[in-house]
């Protein structure tokens, strides 16, 4: 009989540099153990690291002691960083690359407090013709319980649609852009329609790195839009909501909860995530923090990139 014990074992992989990456979902996520994010890695450690989010999609780190400085150097070992936001104009004092995700900035809604600026399903800032390789996101202020996060595995989503649906969706084009979600003629509102952001995306992107093929749409931005080049506003809503139904289906998703110390990295060119709204009524305050990583202009299966429409692009230093 294997004992509880030998069954942990198995299901962890202890890398080469004595990282502990324990698998939490079946298609999607993994905790990795044993590493301090407060200094400089070794080449090693952050090869390892970098391995398993491509493996795993989003992986997790718990009991980080980090703050904004850290956390920047941390990214920054895995691409160059962004700025904070195409639309942020209020990022933490010194630290412009930082993305604070405040309850305490929002409008409330119905009465209850948002406790993230988007509550759908999405990628993050794809209406960028070159949208964030990554987003690593930390934890500060949480409510005592609720406000988890859910991401989806946007390969195994396309993986295991029908071949006839995949070669259709291979050949789709669809527009991306920002819905103002903020008060008419407030600030956020006036950045969202100065960088007027407005992209094309082939609907399934490889992978720069893995050659793995995606299902890349994104509700949060795609919703607004309802375009896919060469069918009609009725004909996009229809074919938009077949593919996102199947690209936030739950087996392919992993839900994460918050704790003081916890981080996530997920690789936003595999990934959509939803910042789920069971909060708000609480009346608790939730602060977390994101860096992104400079992306690059995804490309389809045929060989074809995204078209810019507006908006300039998004690099990083």
């Given at each position: 009989m294997t004992d509880i014990s030998e069954k942990t074992r198995e299901s962890t992989s202890l890398t080469d540099t004595g990282l502990d990456v324990v698998p939490v979902a079946g298609y999607i996520g993994a905790e990795i153990r044993g590493v301090d994010l407060r200094g400089e890695l070794d080449v090693g450690v952050v090869d390892e690291i970098r391995d398993a989010l491509h493996t795993y999609k989003v992986i997790f780190f718990r009991d980080q002691e980090i703050g904004h400085a850290e956390q920047i150097a941390f990214a920054r070992q895995f691409g160059k960083v962004t700025p904070a936001h195409p639309h942020e104009e209020e990022p933490p004092e010194?630290?412009?690359?930082?993305?604070?995700?405040?309850?305490?900035?929002?409008?409330?809604?119905?009465?209850?407090?948002?406790?993230?600026?988007?509550?759908?399903?999405?990628?993050?800032?794809?209406?960028?013709?070159?949208?964030?390789?990554?987003?690593?996101?930390?934890?500060?202020?949480?409510?005592?319980?609720?406000?988890?996060?859910?991401?989806?595995?946007?390969?195994?989503?396309?993986?295991?649609?029908?071949?006839?649906?995949?070669?259709?969706?291979?050949?789709?084009?669809?527009?991306?852009?920002?819905?103002?979600?903020?008060?008419?003629?407030?600030?956020?509102?006036?950045?969202?329609?100065?960088?007027?952001?407005?992209?094309?995306?082939?609907?399934?992107?490889?992978?720069?790195?893995?050659?793995?093929?995606?299902?890349?749409v994104s509700p949060g931005f795609t919703r607004g839009a309802r375009e896919i080049r060469g069918y009609t506003p009725t004909q996009s809503e229809a074919i938009l909501k077949l593919l996102w139904d199947e690209a936030t289906r739950t087996e392919y998703t992993v839900r994460f909860r918050w704790a003081p110390g916890s981080i996530a990295f997920w690789d936003?060119?595999?990934?959509?995530?939803?910042?789920?709204?069971?909060?708000?009524?609480?009346?608790?305050?939730?602060?977390?923090?994101?860096?992104?990583?400079?992306?690059?202009?995804?490309?389809?299966?045929?060989?074809?990139?995204?078209?810019?429409?507006?908006?300039?692009?998004?690099?990083?230093?």
């Open positions: 010194g630290f412009p690359e930082i993305l604070p995700i405040d309850s305490r900035r929002y409008e409330r809604h119905l009465g209850r407090k948002r406790t993230s600026y988007d509550n759908s399903w999405h990628t993050d800032v794809t209406a960028l013709v070159n949208p964030p390789a990554a987003s690593i996101l930390r934890a500060h202020i949480l409510p005592p319980y609720g406000g988890d996060t859910a991401w989806t595995n946007l390969v195994a989503a396309y993986e295991n649609l029908p071949k006839e649906l995949r070669e259709f969706a291979d050949k789709l084009d669809i527009k991306h852009q920002f819905n103002a979600r903020a008060v008419a003629g407030s600030q956020r509102d006036r950045k969202v329609r100065e960088a007027n952001l407005v992209t094309y995306h082939p609907a399934v992107r490889v992978h720069p790195v893995t050659g793995e093929r995606a299902l890349f936003n060119r595999a990934t959509a995530h939803l910042a789920i709204a069971d909060a708000g009524h609480l009346d608790y305050d939730r602060v977390l923090y994101r860096v992104t990583l400079e992306g690059d202009v995804p490309v389809g299966v045929d060989g074809r990139t995204s078209e810019s429409v507006s908006g300039e692009p998004f690099y990083g230093s």
